[in-house]
């Protein structure tokens, strides 16, 4: 079964190769990138929208974090554990942040940039 993608991360650059890393995988078939989580929140928050098997979460972005865009998509979607898998995918070399994501139920892992092919395919099989 193929499954969907979405990836909220504000590097342009980034989503270019992301989406080549997502295309080599091989068992992701649909791609949505948000460039902040605002947008991404309107889209996710949204029941009638088929939401992602799996979501790729940066932290640091402008206006809305990915932990801010975390706690308001929540409130949307209570069962949010149980409806998807989050990883958040950052730049970030913090302790507190790696410790913070992995405190969290609804998130599935932490991982430094970048990502490889070789990690998403076997999260990709995971799902």
Same mark, same amino acid.
């Given at each position: ?35 902040? &989580?605002?947008?991404?929140? $309107?889209? *996710?928050?949204? /029941?009638?929208?088929?939401? #992602?098997? !799996? ?7 402008? &206006?809305?974090?990915?932990? $801010?865009? *975390?706690?308001? /998509?929540?409130?949307?979607? #209570?069962? !949010? ?47």
């Amino acid at each position: 079964m193929m499954k969907n993608i979405c990836v909220i991360d504000d590097d342009k650059i980034y989503q270019i190769i992301i989406k080549k890393i997502i295309f080599k995988a091989g068992n992701f078939e649909k791609v949505h990138c948000y460039e902040n &989580g605002y947008t991404a929140l $309107e889209d *996710l928050k949204d /029941l009638a929208i088929p939401f #992602p098997h !799996l979501i790729l979460l940066d932290i640091n972005m402008p &206006g809305m974090d990915g932990w $801010e865009f *975390l706690s308001n /998509l929540k409130k949307y979607r #209570p069962n !949010l554990g149980r409806e998807t898998t989050i990883y958040m995918v950052t730049s970030s070399i913090a302790f507190s942040d790696r410790d913070k994501a992995l405190a969290l139920p609804e998130i599935s892992g932490f991982i430094s940039k970048p990502l490889t092919v070789g990690k998403l395919r076997e999260i990709g099989g995971k799902l």
